[in-house]
């Protein structure tokens, strides 16, 4: 017997390909549409006729998306779930197609880490990248639930309903917004913000917090790609210009700043709330 433990000790891969399955799973019922015509309730075989696939296969593969709530079987007819109708189909209410292509891409760097061990991150055109697929992903997102939280905070702010302007740009406006902005933590640009603020304006901060739970998974996937002309640091969400959450927030006091409340919002982020006093 090993010496180690009877157990089987690559039980984890194990786990870890059943999340590979599921994740194929998915991407290849929308791939194929089979979400689309899943509006309506159809066999197995229904599908198989409307989708030109192998009969076997795709019953199977609508078990299989049963299992994971995206699919109602009734006898033997499969029908879309509730969650597959906000978020998965065409014109869902809350659609995540942007961000299932951000997963998408997030996963052909791990199917490139071989290389990418050997050569550096895969670089990435910075205004592309965030034009064609952080920001809408972040969108689509944040329409999940996080918006919903920061914005009910924010209009809960005794100023809000006084202010006669929000914007994330330009100057002179009552309020400040900066959302995982990747220079939310740098502190050249804290004087560009305090002197685009009316006295008794608030800069208004959600930032990843660094004390968040360690996971070397997401580190390490932080460290597959880059963009270019940007320096990021090994850590998640980290640049090279950036310090850390706290230490962001006490230099804001250097600019006339003084920080009213910090506001927790998940395991990953928090909110500053900061008043421009002079």
Excluded at 118 to 139: L, N, W, Y
Aim: aromatic share 8%; net charge negative.
């Amino acid at each position: 017997m090993p010496g180690i433990s009877p157990a089987n000790p690559l039980s984890f891969l194990d786990n870890a390909l059943t999340g590979v399955r599921q994740y194929h799973a998915v991407m290849t019922a929308l791939d194929l549409g089979l979400f689309e015509i899943l509006r309506k309730p159809k066999t197995g075989p229904d599908c198989t006729h409307l989708l030109e696939c192998r009969p076997e296969i795709i019953t199977l593969l609508c078990d299989g998306l049963v299992t994971l709530g995206l699919l109602e079987k009734t006898g033997e007819r499969f029908r879309n779930s509730e969650i597959t109708m906000n978020y998965l189909v065409d014109g869902a209410p809350f659609s995540q197609q942007n961000a299932l292509a951000f997963q998408k891409k997030l996963a052909g760097y791990w199917a490139d880490l071989p290389r990418i061990t050997k050569e550096g991150p895969v670089t990435c055109d910075r205004a592309q990248m965030f034009r064609d697929v952080i920001i809408p992903s972040m969108a689509e997102n944040c329409r999940c639930g996080l918006l919903q939280q920061v914005t009910a905070r924010v209009a809960a702010i005794p100023e809000f309903s006084a202010a006669r302007r929000l914007l994330d740009l330009g100057g002179g406006y009552d309020i400040i917004f900066s959302s995982s902005n990747p220079g939310g933590k740098v502190p050249e640009l804290i004087p560009k913000i305090a002197g685009a603020l009316n006295s008794g304006g608030l800069f208004i901060n959600k930032q990843a917090i660094d004390d968040a739970p360690y996971d070397p998974w997401l580190s390490l996937e932080w460290n597959l790609w880059t963009f270019d002309g940007v320096q990021k640091q090994a850590a998640r969400y980290v640049f090279a210009n950036s310090v850390p959450f706290a230490e962001y927030n006490r230099l804001l006091a250097d600019h006339g700043f003084v920080v009213r409340e910090v506001v927790p919002i998940d395991a990953q982020s928090a909110m500053t709330i900061a008043e421009k006093v002079g």
